[in-house]
């Protein structure tokens, strides 16, 4: 069942500000102000918010206080893990209030990675909420996995499964594709910061789920095979079959829907003369709905 968080209107009353509560931790990049806004029931999530954007940042900053349990329960259930508490300020990361300046913490764990910034987003919630599953996400994988490309890949599927899919603009097995489909399923790229290699990682992981190998089962995996793990050893674990048949079995899939040239010429005669209309497409990587591209 999807439990969807929309944002409400701040038009008649702002959002309620507990003025006392704890002090907020050292944030990784942020300096400003910190204004406490609340606590999540469980206590596994405090929320600040930067006070100089006003109510709709401290909207966001609410709404998250209300839907991080749900986040924190929904990734629980992914890893098979109980998490630890976490600090979150909302402001305007990247100097964006769109959610496009996405979300940083430090390390993969709940000790040095406990203090998470997330971009604000006006009027949307539900994208401050799936930023925050992706770095509660990594938090939860440990080790340095979330410093590489396959925990990088791992941690946009999370945010996109419980987050309602509220990120689709930070999906980039696109530009994977458009580069030439590089094979990072038999090696992992050592940084988070690649589009190709997190986007062979996504298209791969949306391809081992629809194989039936649901993101429950393919967490922990990786977790297990830590940051020196290569999605080709992912595939081999979950199917029992050959590491080395990954990449050529998930080449033939990504590839089935273009098995012969998709174009057609029509031409019509008009008073003026004849006109030649010509269409051709390119589909690539065209496993799930959500991340098919049409080149």
């Known amino acids: 069942m999807q439990h969807p968080i929309k944002a409400t209107s701040t038009g008649k009353k702002s959002a309620a ?10 944030w990784p990049s942020f300096n400003g102000t910190s204004q406490f806004v609340g606590t999540s029931p469980s206590g596994r999530a405090t929320v600040y918010v930067d006070p100089t954007l006003g109510d ?3 909207q966001n900053a609410q ?8 986040v924190a329960a929904a990734n629980d259930a992914l890893f098979g893990t109980t998490g630890g508490p976490v600090s979150v300020i909302v402001f305007a990361l990247g100097g964006a209030t769109d959610g496009t300046g996405g979300a940083d913490h430090m390390g993969c764990d709940y000790v040095t990675g406990a203090a998470i910034e997330v971009c604000a987003s006006f009027g949307n919630s539900a994208r401050v909420s799936a930023l925050f599953e992706a770095e509660l996400s990594e938090c939860s994988m440990g080790g340095n996995l979330c410093g590489v490309s396959t925990g990088e890949a791992l941690s946009r599927w999370c945010a996109t499964v419980i987050g309602n899919n509220a990120l689709a603009d930070f999906a980039t097995a696109p530009q994977w594709a458009q580069d030439g489909m590089a094979n990072y399923v038999d090696q992992t790229k050592a940084t988070d910061q690649d589009a190709d290699s997190t986007g062979c990682g996504m ?5 081992m789920m629809s194989q039936g190998y649901g993101l429950d089962k393919i967490t922990p995996a990786m977790v297990s095979l ?20 990954a990449w050529p079995n998930f080449q033939a899939a990504i590839q089935t829907t273009d098995a012969f040239e998709k174009r057609a010429n029509l031409e019509v005669q008009l008073a003026s003369g004849a006109v030649r209309l ?3 497409c390119k589909g690539a ?5 959500n991340f098919a591209t049409m080149i």
């Open 226 to 245: 830590g940051d020196v793990g290569t999605l080709a050893q992912l595939y081999a674990n979950l199917t029992s079959d050959g590491a080395s048949n």
């Open 56 to 58: 709709p940042a401290l």
């Open 203 to 207: 298209a791969f992981l949306s391809w």
């Open 63 to 70: 709404d998250l206080v209300n839907d991080a349990d749900r």
């Open 17 to 26: 500000v507990h003025r006392d509560g704890p002090a907020a931790p050292q």
């Open 285 to 289: 990587g065209m496993i799930s709905p």
């Open 278 to 280: 010509s269409a051709q």
